[in-house]
């Protein structure tokens, strides 16, 4: 049976050196200040303490200062694509080539993953995306997600491949027996590595290898 495939978005599906997701990493900065009021100067630190404590800077700000997940995610998305990325024949191939269905699995927003998709001109390769709202604002690599990601797919966790940029990611998925690909500049123990997702297809038994 075909695998289900489960794909992080930023810095996967396109590679980190675009420059996109650290402008997407301003924005949530900038959204601290301008619009949640923080001090510039602590907001560093805070970021720090509240990936640690909810697993993204969102879980904090929605906590402690009520901001409104919707309203945060429109803006640190409301980026220029269009300078960022380009269509990516390379990878549309790849993910052509290879059986099975293909969901995203992002801690971003749905929005900006299907707008990401549509600029990379991989859309059409893709059933569905997951979000942060899906997972209840419980970003990746809490185990919530993944578990209602399981529930979704009405799929046993042996039948889905994860490929993520990040091997932490990665951990919870193989924890909960799924498969993993970990995509981009090195490797990491535990998981098979490619560099990037249209180097796909050549890794045989991703779950093994
Ligand atoms: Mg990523």
């Excluded at 923080?38 to 720090?48: I, K, N, Q, T």
């Excluded at 640190?76 to 549309?92: G, I, N, R, W």
């Excluded at 052509?96 to 059409?124: E, I, M, Q, Y």
Aim: net charge negative.
């Amino acid at each position: 049976m075909s695998p289900i495939w489960v794909f992080d978005l930023d810095n996967t599906l396109y590679p980190a050196d675009t420059g996109l997701f650290d402008l997407v990493d301003r924005r949530i900065t900038r959204f601290m200040v301008e619009r949640v009021g923080l001090d510039p100067g602590r907001v560093l630190a805070l970021r720090a303490r509240y990936r640690d404590a909810f697993g993204v800077t969102l879980g904090g700000l929605v906590a402690e200062h009520g901001v409104d997940p919707d309203a945060y995610l429109a803006y640190v998305h409301d980026v220029p694509l269009e300078q960022y990325l380009f269509p990516d024949e390379a990878t549309d191939r790849a993910l052509a080539a290879l059986p099975g269905r293909k969901v995203v699995f992002t801690n971003g927003s749905v929005d900006h993953a299907w707008r990401v998709l549509d600029r990379l001109g991989l859309r059409r390769r893709f059933d569905a995306v997951f979000d942060i709202a899906f997972m209840d604002y419980v970003p990746k690599p809490r185990p919530h997600g993944y578990r209602k990601l399981l529930d979704a797919l009405l799929t046993p966790p042996e039948a889905c491949r994860m490929v993520d940029d990040l091997p932490v990611n990665l951990d919870t998925a193989r924890d909960l027996g799924m498969g993993t690909v970990l995509v981009g500049p090195a490797p990491a123990d535990g998981h098979p590595w490619i560099e990037r997702v249209a180097d796909l297809p050549g890794l045989t038994r991703p779950d093994t290898a």
